[in-house]
């Protein structure tokens, strides 16, 4: 049994860390891209930029087992397969570079052997632990510990609680960092074009195809390369034939976008079928507005980095800061690499101005986890040099790891997370037939409503459109394929304004006030083609926002009313019934940014529903939106004419 243990204690790790990240699986869909994510994997649709089209694939695989789960969980599921099976790479991989240190330069392994001395039994423990050097058995220890201490960092943990892209490209960037090192390593046959080196090629072109910012690795990689290889005729050579595996295989799977949107998917963000299309999409054009926008952007983000280390690995900093300084000076090749890829995946995200901007530092967070082990094996080291029993050592570092469990494990746990769809469900649900909602929710209901509407099939008769995507060609064309009718009445202006945003669309000169007051046209037209036939509904976010500011209108004689959580479009003037607040809205203990705002757009809503009932003299209903207010969204500010409700 303890042969087997030794033997697969990196399998070992992996199962207990997905052991852990079952008790804390979101059950349905969260905030932002889950929704829209989980639809495409089961759907085979297109994802939102860059496409993720491995991703894509391997979910829609997955998704397809008749496991007795719903969609949305079993891809959860399988977000937790990825981030468990990255944690068991990240373990395997930190006990090869502590059997390769010598690699790495720094340690002089003494060629003499050392002498045993009667009743001296640690005289050979003693010469193996020079440098870096441990037992096999401190090594499989330092190993384990290091890939718990990953596996329960913050941002790390979080992915392994719902379908996202990040718990993917965590398992292949550990792959890619595995094959890497064994690379670097082996260097059996300097004349020959190395097998690890091409089957780092082949790791790097699944990296890519499931996400860019695996480029992030590539400052690392170069300086392992040529520091093994040399600037010289072979290797240059090998690259070569590197690059003759890494391309055409990461054309293959990048294939499958301009495939599928050849066949009209339900969802097809972008619509790549073609070159100029793909390579748009491809490159996150749509997104590159906020990268390298601003020093202030990058400061604002550099000082939340800094500030959220310690909720990423909380005491384990120590080890973070020891760990480097022990690399620094005994294994510096393991350094630089390191290091280059810590500032490089730092100082790239620093530049991506998004709310959402933790998981652009996992490989950051990686390459602390590698230097946390550094600072281990230096803490199980200096035990055995002070004769101190492993117990000891062995005991602070499962209270480091107990520490870092608590740390996040009330931020990541998603067990109890069903806000978004029971927000998306009752908004859905409330909705007369046939309704049309006019939104840019996509955090709160546009991403969760692609999926209960298209692969739940709940309530589709509803339209959601969401607005921002409104100023995209391929949206058009989705709308179009999903709901024929939608733009029948405004088509001419629709052609207007797509011939005008062409040229913005390939970076060429483009008139920003024609595209700008086309756009607005079509955002009152929707409403005044589509009003006599179906119920117009609109966001909150709409009036507070654009409307606020002039950049929307209404049809002349439309007006609003305050229904639900949306705002009715109206031509009259007369009272308007709307749904009383008898809705199911399970909000979790603790709250991050995405719920307090969710719920501060509810109760701001029900407030105006209240207002709006005073104003006709219907005291009594009002009072039911305000003790609905004060019952669930306690947090949230009356204003003091519906305070007097309460009092009364």
Known sequence: ?????????????????????????????????????????????????????????????????????????QLNILASLYSAAAVSVFTFTAKFILDNLQSFRIIKVSKTKPKKKKGHASTAQKEETKGLELTENLKIFTSIFSGLFLALSKTFWFQSTSVEVYSLHLLLISIIILALLKAFVNTENEKAISKYWLIFAITLAFGFANHMTTLLVLLGTAYLYFNQNRFNKKSF???????????????????????????????????????ERLLRHISGKQYQVWLFSSTVAASKQLNYFISNLTNEFSIILFLVFWGIIISFLEARKLFTFLLITFLTTVLYSINYDINDIDSYFLLAYISLAFFAMIGTVKLFQISMQKKLKIIIPIICLTLFAGIQFYSSYAETNQRQNYIYEDYTKALLKNLPQNSIVFTYQWDYLVSPSYYFQIVEHYRKDVTVIDKELLRRSWYYSQLKTNHPQLLAGIQPDVNKFLDALAPFERSENFNANLLENLFRKILTGLISTNIDKHDYFIGPEIIEGEMRRGEFQLPNGCTLVPYLFLFKVVKTTDYVEAPLPNFTIRIPEIKDKYIISLEKIIGSMLARRAIYELQFNKSELAKVYVNKIAAEFPDYSLPPELKKLILN
């Not at 860390?17 to 994997?41: K, M, R, S, W």
């Not at 759907?43 to 949305?72: D, R």
């Not at 034939?241 to 495939?259: A, V």
Request: charged residues 5%; positive net charge.
């Open 237 to 275: 050579k090998q690259l070569f034939i590197m690059l003759l595996i890494f391309f055409p295989l990461l054309f293959l799977i990048y294939s499958y976008l301009p495939i599928r949107a050849a066949q009209n998917p339900v969802l097809n963000w972008g619509n790549p079928i073609d070159w």
């Open 1 to 73: 049994m303890i042969i087997y243990l030794k033997k697969y204690f990196y399998v070992l790790t992996g199962i207990a860390a997905l052991i852990i990240y079952t008790f804390t699986i979101a059950p349905t869909v969260i905030q932002i891209d889950a929704g829209e994510l989980a639809t495409v994997q089961c759907t085979l649709g297109i994802a939102h930029p860059t496409g993720y089209p491995l991703f894509t694939m391997l979910g829609y695989l997955f998704s397809q087992l008749p496991l007795p789960f719903s969609k949305i969980f």
